[in-house]
């Protein structure tokens, strides 16, 4: 049974940062794309940023891009998404997600992950 549990969020003032953790547990973490979305109040969940199997990929939403980075450990069996210089538009719960394609390709979509997190909430204020 694969779990992912998220930590990190909080409340921070605009332009401050936050380090946001997702602990992975249930098989092998090091196989697996893994990847960030989030939802804001009324809105749909969207995509924020994914990393292949080995790190060495990775790709993100325009919106995050040059301020969100996305890295694993894969000795930890953790995924980490460090945000810097945060916008109020950047509140939401974020979610951590993984598939089940074994070494498999990144994905941007959705609706290419099959497990997700509980989510931890961000707030950003102005």
């Known amino acids: 049974q694969v779990q992912l549990v998220e930590s990190g969020g909080g409340l921070v003032q605009a332009g401050g940062s936050l380090r946001l953790s997702c602990a992975a547990s249930?098989?092998?973490?090091?196989?697996?794309?893994m990847a960030w979305f989030r939802q804001a109040p009324g809105q749909e969940r969207e995509f924020v940023t994914t990393i292949s199997w080995s790190g060495g990929t990775t790709y993100y939403a325009d919106s995050v891009k040059g301020r969100f980075t996305i890295s694993r450990d894969n000795a930890k069996n953790t995924l980490y998404l460090q945000m810097n210089n945060l916008e109020p538009e950047d509140t939401a719960v974020y979610y951590c997600?993984?598939?089940?394609?074994?070494?498999?390709?990144?994905?941007?979509?959705?609706?290419?992950?099959?497990?997700w997190g509980q989510g931890t909430q961000v707030t950003v204020s102005s």
């Open positions: 249930g098989r092998t973490f090091s196989a697996y794309v």
């Open positions: 997600a993984t598939n089940s394609r074994r070494w498999g390709e990144p994905y941007k979509t959705e609706r290419a992950y099959d497990y």
